[in-house]
């Protein structure tokens, strides 16, 4: 851990959090119309205007520079780093390095996706001599459940996780989006309801998958100096990593474990100074029931192969005493197709007290953890309320 | 030959070796004379050592399967039935890949990690065969 990184704990802060008017299925609107309205309520959150904003980060090929332009915005910094689900988690690493370095003062990180719409969707289609398309795609590999079901039948076959431990996630998540009204899945679950569920990709069932939703959102960072004038409470940056280790999950360099987010997690402890017991709340990325599970044994929560003892008898739901996925997650609240913003969002909104019945108490640290690709990438944060 | 409605690779230059050989059904890989390792997918530059002595070579075409599943809900258009098995096989000579597991009946309950199994290839259009594996 080099000194500069500890030097930047808490120089920068979150100002701003926001998500688009509404979410779920909705036709009507663009992609980018949800990056815009989540943008709009991310700076009215933070007390700034859209000419406040000189950079802005969004995750895609050209998308930092078209979402800067259909908001009529013309930043001096432009980041469009593209990892995945993670990729806004990432950009709050390189915002802050961006701020602190004085190349920008205001930065918008901002998700808009029309992921079960497909309005105005940026291409993500690869050539017939992509990689994919020549060493994946001709075995019948159907989008992310078959590929994360490889690794699931790997973590299985190496630490006797069970369909009924991975399940014991949907439910915990559940509870929480039984909490928060704005969540689209609230009804009542149960394990015996997930593993009845059909199965889409063995050992995965529907309910051990995630929604697939029309959302956006939107963070806004400034300094640490210029955060104490504005309104809200600044949540801090305190600690950040991220990593890649391959994109093709035929390339995972370990099925049963998540290495990218080892690596991320490390270093983002680190620079944060923290230990794990001062995690007041987890937001785990959830594409899948068994992503947080590898996500607390990769972080060091627990030790590899461990993760399905960790979440079992509700330890993750309200009540337990790892409040995880508060909002609901990927698999109640809303999943886009690239989830990780709405960990910074809800992050934001626990650290600031803002989240009704399903607050968790006294919360001062929070970690927010991102996966992409197909455990390809990972990226995580570690914010809070004070510098310690 | 009838209407292959998979996907069939389209070669780039450091893949065509590995697609020829599939089509005179050899599995072959490249292998970096610097470090001794093999390589896949096949590469400019070996991804162990970053050495550019990489000779192609004929390998056996056994291995084990490493992890699979079985998927009930396909990709659209795709040839095989479902249910199938998408399987990651670690080959003899090292290297991992993505296949299919054929001959095999498609029940979690059959197929084990660690199985052997060897490479069959099946001939998806006149330039193209696709590299699957079979109980050995």
Redesign the interface.
């Known amino acids: 851990m080099s000194r500069d990184l500890r030097r930047m704990r808490g120089r920068v802060a979150i100002v701003g959090a926001g998500e688009s008017d509404e979410h779920g299925k909705l036709p009507g609107k663009s992609a980018f119309a949800l990056h815009a309205e989540a943008a709009r309520n991310a700076l009215a959150d933070a007390g700034l205007k859209k000419d406040d904003v000189d950079a802005v980060f969004s995750a895609g090929l050209w998308m930092g520079s078209e979402t800067a332009e259909y908001m009529g915005i013309r930043p001096r910094y432009v980041d469009g780093t593209q990892i995945g689900g993670c990729s806004f988690i990432a950009h709050v690493q390189h915002a802050m390095a961006a701020i602190d370095a004085g190349i920008c003062d205001v930065a918008l990180i901002t998700h808009g996706e029309s992921g079960a719409s497909r309005v105005a969707m940026p291409g993500t289609r690869f050539?017939?001599?992509s990689?994919r398309?020549?060493?994946?795609?001709?075995?019948?590999?159907?989008?992310p459940?078959?590929g994360y079901?490889?690794?699931?039948?790997?973590h299985m076959?190496e630490f006797g996780t069970t369909s009924e431990q991975l399940a014991e996630v949907a439910v915990s998540t559940r509870k929480w989006a039984m909490r928060n009204p704005r969540a689209l899945m609230r009804d009542p679950l149960t394990v015996a309801d997930v593993l009845a569920s059909?199965?889409?990709?063995?050992?995965f069932h529907l309910l051990d998958c995630c929604l697939v939703t029309d959302a956006g959102g939107a963070v806004v960072l400034t300094s640490a100096e210029r955060a104490k004038e504005l309104p809200k409470k600044p949540v801090y940056v305190l600690g950040t990593g991220e990593a890649s280790t391959h994109v093709?999950?035929?390339q995972m360099p370990d099925?049963a474990r998540w290495d990218a987010a080892r690596m991320a997690g490390e270093r983002a402890f680190a620079m944060a100074g923290i230990r794990h017991e001062d995690i007041d709340v987890a937001e785990l990325y959830d594409a899948f029931t068994l992503v947080p599970i590898m996500a607390l044994e990769a972080l060091g929560f627990c030790k590899p192969g461990e993760g399905g003892a960790f979440v079992a008898n509700g330890r993750t739901a309200p009540g337990g005493d790892f409040p995880m996925n508060t909002n609901g997650g990927g698999l109640s609240y809303t999943h886009s197709g690239m989830y990780g913003m709405f960990t910074l969002v809800e992050a934001v909104r626990q650290l600031r007290g803002e989240c009704g019945e399903r607050q968790v108490a006294d919360c001062k640290i929070a970690l927010c953890h991102g996966l992409g690709g197909m455990f390809s990438a990972a990226a995580t944060l570690v914010a809070g309320t004070e510098v310690p | 030959m009838p209407e292959y409605s998979g996907p069939i690779p389209v070669p780039t230059p450091e893949t065509r070796p590995f697609w020829d050989a599939a089509r005179r059904h050899e599995l072959s890989l490249q292998h970096c004379r610097t470090c001794g390792r093999y390589v896949y997918y096949p590469r400019a530059a070996c991804p162990h050592c970053f050495g550019v002595d990489l000779a192609w070579e004929r390998v056996s075409g056994r291995g084990t399967v490493h992890t699979f599943t079985v998927v009930q809900r396909g990709q659209k258009g795709f040839p095989l039935p479902t249910p199938y098995v998408i399987a990651i096989v670690e080959l003899a000579e090292g290297p991992r890949l993505m296949t299919n597991l054929v001959g095999v009946e498609p029940d979690p309950a059959k197929i084990k990690i660690g199985m052997p199994v060897e490479v069959v290839f099946e001939d998806v259009s006149a330039e193209v065969a696709l590299p699957r594996f079979r109980p050995a």
């Open positions: 050539g017939a001599d990689w398309l020549q060493f994946e795609a001709p075995f019948g590999l159907a989008g459940p078959t079901a490889l690794a699931a039948t790997r076959h059909r199965v889409i990709s063995w050992p093709m999950v035929s099925f």
